[in-house]
């Protein structure tokens, strides 16, 4: 039952997006939203519910797959439908039930092709939701694949002046990294006898000792493999410096597109390098862990630099979101339980704060007309926002103080577990690193001074409304959440630490 | 498994640390109802801390009577408590933190009373005597550093809280150098563990390898703890303008937190010790001691002197733990809390009106506890780390300097604030709060004697002492002729500092006014933190210009820009190339059968006419007529 109950997960968005698809207009004109509103959001909330009790019925200190399902679907070719949930992904799991009905609720009060973009969101979650679960590489590639879509479709339709660049520029990058994934799903396939894409099968280093020869060249399956991987998500997560797709995407896309992108598919990418490397390729992690941890640094100070310079919400949030990955990096190039550990639980929090940055600085771009907070001479643009909505500030003040890692929050418990897996490993870097997380203090406190304290500069700022009861339903959960796993992670941690365990020791 | 043992009064420590939660609590309400909360609150407040109160005051009694042992009581926080690099929470019950937490909890009820009896109530500083003393309260209990942070944390919540309506400048900056510390401090705690140096303190302490990565970690989170008592070059929030209370500026931002984050350091300071950082920071903090002190001569406003004061007066604490061990630290630490608890609530209080008795002796019983006079804990803590410093001279001569500028600059305030005119309300709820912290802060009380060390050791001693009670160690007793020399050091600096008070504040004319005027460049650095606060700006401005650089160069310039022209320009010469090279095929081959074709067919054409079937016919016949000879021939 509980694996039917992931694809019940993965299908129910399908179902619902095709719902939207298929939902005549309903007659009356105070009506006609609200049935397919609530049919997108019911449908991503029965998704999500699945989610966390699938969560939320999981043991703990059990390393191994707790739900799963699994059949045979391209028979011929080894290519297998199978599902599971362990320690790894669980976290995953939760952070997309949790983001996606806030995002559809957020969009809710959408004038105007509320029906495509509730279905694209749809689609999104259960795309995603499929690339987390998946245990057969062609399925992840599948979904994760199929997870690129609806991004350049809602970026294209209803971002801002440039999107049609955004957009051709962002699939263009996914076409590629998503070339380089299909490269190394073959090259794996294709090295074992027999055949298969299963990660279960291919699991406890299969791949060791196989090479292939191009022109008399003979190289590692392995190292190819994990370098293809690497690129090839790369071009899907903000990596310094082939980031610049994605600085085009906060610029010019809807909120909810870029709070998709920024705080799932960014974790979800991660995960899969995760899950992917550390499977399939144990020796080669080993071999590149200072480099992938050296990524992680110039990523995170990069970012950090360029988001001194941002005077706009959605780009500070990019750089920031450029940082945090490269914080996740050091992470699981420190190759300890600590820090892999960390890693996850980040993940989760990291998409929880930008899910919550990025609708709030929604609501500011839907009250104010802009996003830009400091002008390029310096003036202030937005500004006094507390004194007349102080719920807002209240909430903003919670996502910055978890991206900032304050105790209390989750990000401190992400983070100190990234530090005290790296400190003794990489100190160099985590010292480099460091430097980032104060250097943070400044531009978001700088952030949190110029849009809410001050006098307010403009009619719209000094005439703000605080947060509706809809926009707190939606943004609440976020707030208890990151204050919940601040308080007590103790129960998520111990669902993936058993598994990361597993996975460290085939390494070591 | 959890570790619990219940004392025999029956107060656990998950007993404390629920009065402390419940203090958090009723501030945290505070903070975002007060204002709608009748009386904004100050009855709400009021509940909230008697909890705590109570729960300390009988815990402390117990161990008073000798009944207990510390108590601790350990939970895993981040990953289970048998984990090697787990982080731990928890409470310890013993003197120190009962001591201290019993002492917030006084503290932020006198204030209450003096608070509720001026009238103006404000809902925010309400909120922040409690979120305050359940600061304080969680750090000096903790058992490990991180439940400490929190501590810190809460009480620099509560800081920000009373800093409200303060220029957006102010607050957020104060809130800013607050954070950066509390990352500081915890980047440091997480390298420590990474290393395997454990931070539970009632076990851990001898254990920690002697290893180059400890004792950076170990730098960061002193540094860190540093700077959240505002040491140089983080006192720039201090120079800020503000029209809020002495309370509002002092009490809740700088006293609570600082209070709350000397916790881990009195804690960690045997292993601290051992690593060898604590003798550089002892330097460092007197050169910020003494840097505190000079820019808060300059001030003309009463509260920022104090509040520079504190920050010189934290620097001396922290160098006689360094150089002397925790218990001269704790002393200067209490005396100077509740000097300056006790200057708030009166002088917040003070309003112009006739002179009256209470004014002045107020003000010289905080000029007189503040500086050391004997029978005050300070007189106390000066005096024993002057003892344990003779050894090393340039110590002493730069420690009587630093007690020379200290009282210099409490005494400078006492002046300011007589000479402003202002009068304390001689009434009971207004003064009894304000004398008896003041009072709190004597010698007999905390040290056992009642000069607190200004005659030889045993002459004036009158029973238990509290500090050696609560932090282990007896009092310092000096010989003759160190004795002596501690005597003339520390009576000549008290005494030259107040002459230097007076001479430059307590006359007709302030001459540091003067000296301000004829200085401006010098005042002008001073005020902006010696000029460090420029320097960060252009730090700053640089990284914003490399950030501004590396945006435009790599993501507007060669990723929006040239890189899709690049992809275009080579796709498109690349498809035309092929295409002609496509065409040019195409054509040869068009060309190539045409040619193929064409040939035979005109032959074949050409074939077709009658006279050229007659020549063909001849040309045939002929061939095979002579072939036919010529095979008769030959055979």
Not at chain 2, 43 to 62: H, Q, R, T
Not at chain 2, 177 to 192: D, V, Y
Not at chain 2, 293 to 310: R, S
Not at chain 2, 551 to 575: A, C, F, S
Request: charged fraction near 10%.
């Amino acid at each position: 039952m509980a694996g039917h109950l992931i694809s019940l997960m993965i299908a129910l968005p399908f179902f619902g997006a095709i719902l939207q698809a298929l939902l005549p207009p309903v007659g009356g004109k105070n009506s006609s939203g609200s049935v397919t509103r609530w049919a997108a959001l019911l449908s991503s909330l029965a998704a999500s519910l699945c989610g966390i009790v699938l969560v939320g019925s999981m043991r703990q200190q059990v390393p191994d797959f707790q739900v799963s399902e699994t059949f045979a679907w391209i028979g011929s070719y080894a290519i297998s439908y199978d599902v599971a949930i362990d320690g790894l992904n669980a976290l995953l799991v939760l952070l997309i039930s949790i983001v996606f009905p806030l995002l559809i609720a957020a969009e809710s009060n959408r004038k105007s092709g509320l029906r495509g973009i509730q279905a694209l969101l749809l689609v999104l979650q259960a795309s995603l939701m499929g690339a987390v679960c998946a245990q057969d590489l062609f399925l992840i590639f599948f979904f994760w694949t199929l997870s690129s879509l609806p991004i350049f479709f809602m970026i294209g339709i209803w971002g801002g002046e440039g999107r049609e660049k955004a957009a051709i520029q962002t699939m263009i990058t996914s076409a590629i990294g998503n070339a380089f994934l299909f490269a190394a799903l073959i090259l794996i396939y294709y090295s074992i006898d027999p055949h298969t894409f299963s990660l279960r099968e291919l699991a406890g280093g299969k791949l060791a000792g196989k090479t292939f020869q191009i022109l008399e060249s003979e190289f590692s399956v392995s190292n190819v493999a994990f370098a293809f991987f690497g690129i090839g998500l790369a071009f899907r997560i903000p990596i310094w410096p082939i980031h610049g797709w994605f600085t085009q995407v906060a610029r010019e896309a809807p909120p909810s597109a870029f709070v998709a992108l920024g705080a799932v598919t960014v974790p979800v990418g991660m995960y899969i390098f995760v899950r992917t490397t550390y499977t399939l390729f144990p020796e080669t992690v080993a071999q590149m862990a200072h480099t992938v941890a050296m990524i992680g640094a110039v990523n995170l100070v990069m970012g950090g630099i360029c988001a001194v310079a941002q005077r706009g919400l959605t780009m500070l949030l990019a750089f920031v979101c450029l940082g945090e990955v490269g914080a996740l990096l050091i992470g699981i190039g420190s190759l300890s339980s600590a820090g892999v550990v960390g890693s996850i639980f980040q993940a989760l929090v990291l998409g929880l704060g930008v899910a919550g940055f990025g609708l709030f600085a929604g609501i500011i771009s839907d009250r104010t007309g802009k996003t830009v907070f400091k002008d390029e001479d310096g003036k202030v643009a937005i500004g006094g926002i507390a004194s007349q909505a102080p719920m807002i500030a209240v909430v903003a003040g919670v996502m910055i103080a978890s991206l900032l890692g304050i105790p209390g929050f989750g990000g401190f418990v992400g983070r100190s577990l990234l530090m005290i897996g790296s400190f003794s490993v990489h100190p160099v870097v985590v010292l480099f690193g460091g430097l980032a997380f104060l250097l943070a203090t400044y531009y978001l406190f700088g952030m949190y001074r110029t849009v809410f304290f001050g006098k307010a500069v403009s009619e719209k700022s000094s005439d703000f409304m605080d947060l509706t009861a809809w926009e707190k339903a939606y943004l609440v959960p976020l707030v208890v959440s990151l204050v919940l796993l601040g308080l007590y992670p103790k129960f998520l941690i111990e669902l993936v630490r058993p598994t990361a365990l597993t996975l460290l020791s085939t390494i070591k | 498994m959890v570790e619990t043992v219940t004392s025999v009064s029956q107060i656990s420590p998950q007993m404390l640390f629920l009065g402390t939660f419940a203090a958090f609590l009723v501030g945290l309400a505070g903070m975002f109802w007060g204002r709608r909360l009748p009386r904004e609150g100050d009855w709400l407040i009021g509940l909230g801390l008697l909890p705590l109160l109570l729960v300390a005051i009988l815990s402390w009694m117990d161990y008073l009577q000798g009944n207990l042992q510390p108590v601790p009581w350990l939970r895993g926080w981040i990953a289970p408590r048998v984990e090697q690099r787990a982080v731990h929470v928890g409470i310890l019950q013993d003197f120190a933190g009962l001591t201290m937490a019993l002492l917030a909890v006084v503290m932020g009820l006198f204030y209450l009373i003096n608070r509720v009896a001026r009238g103006n109530p404000r809902g925010s500083d309400f909120a922040a005597a409690a979120l305050g003393v359940s600061g304080v309260a969680l750090a000096w209990m903790a058992l490990t550093p991180w439940l400490a942070y929190i501590g810190v944390g809460i009480a620099t919540l509560g800081g920000f809280g009373a800093l409200a309506g303060q220029s957006s400048d102010g607050n957020t900056r104060y809130a800013k150098e607050r954070i950066f510390a509390l990352l500081l401090t915890s980047l440091g705690a997480a390298g420590l563990i990474s290393t395997g140096a454990g931070l539970i303190w009632s076990k851990d302490l001898a254990q920690w390898p002697d290893l180059p990565l400890v004792q950076t970690a170990a730098g960061f989170l002193v540094a860190g703890i540093l700077f959240q008592l505002q040491f140089f070059p983080l006192m720039g929030w201090v120079s800020s303008d503000s029209d809020h209370s002495s309370e509002s500026r002092i009490l809740f931002p700088q006293v609570f937190p600082a209070w709350a984050a000397f916790a881990t350091l009195v804690r960690l300071e045997p292993v601290l010790r051992n690593t060898g950082i604590l003798v550089p920071f002892g330097w460092f903090a007197l050169v910020s001691a003494i840097l505190a002190v000079i820019a808060g001569l300059v001030q003309t406003d009463l509260k920022k002197n104090v509040a520079y004061w504190l920050i010189s007066v934290h620097g001396i604490a922290v160098a006689g733990l360094c150089f002397s061990g925790p218990l001269p630290a704790i002393a200067i630490l209490i005396g100077s809390c509740l000097a300056v608890a006790g200057f708030c609530l009166f002088e917040s209080s003070a309003k112009p009106g006739e002179k009256n008795f209470w004014t002045g002796f107020l003000a010289f019983l905080v000029g007189a506890f503040a500086s050391g006079f004997p029978g005050s804990v300070m007189c106390f803590g000066l005096m024993t780390w002057l003892g344990k410093s003779l050894s090393n001279s340039a110590l002493t001569s730069v420690g009587a300097i630093c007690i020379f500028f200290t009282v210099a600059l409490i005494w400078r305030a006492v002046w300011l604030f007589l000479k402003s005119g202002r009068q304390v309300q001689p009434q009971a709820l207004l003064v009894m709060p304000a004398f008896l912290l003041l009072i709190l802060g004597s010698a007999w009380f905390w040290a056992g004697t009642l000069t607190g060390g200004a005659l030889p050791a045993g002459t004036d001693a009158m029973g238990l002492s509290l500090l050696s009670r609560a932090l282990g160690g007896e009092s310092l007793v000096m010989r003759d002729e160190d004795f002596a020399a501690a005597t003339w050091l520390m009576w000549g600096s008290v005494a030259m500092g107040i002459l230097f008070a007076y001479w430059t504040t307590g006359r007709e004319q302030d001459r540091m006014v003067g000296f301000s005027a004829k200085f401006p460049g010098f005042n002008k650095a001073l005020s902006e933190n010696y000029s460090f606060d420029r320097f960060v700006e252009k730090l700053l401005n640089g990284v914003d210009w490399v950030g501004r650089q590396l945006h435009h160069w790599v993501d507007t310039e060669t990723w929006n820009k040239q890189m899709p022209r690049l992809l275009t320009t080579v796709i498109d010469k690349t498809g035309s190339m092929f295409s002609k090279a496509s065409e040019g095929i195409a054509n040869t081959l068009g060309s190539t059968l045409k040619h193929g074709v064409e040939t035979p067919a005109k032959f074949f054409q050409i074939v077709q006419s009658g006279d050229m079937q007659w020549y063909l016919f001849l040309m045939i016949g002929s061939g095979v007529a002579i072939l036919v000879h010529f095979l008769r021939f030959h055979s």
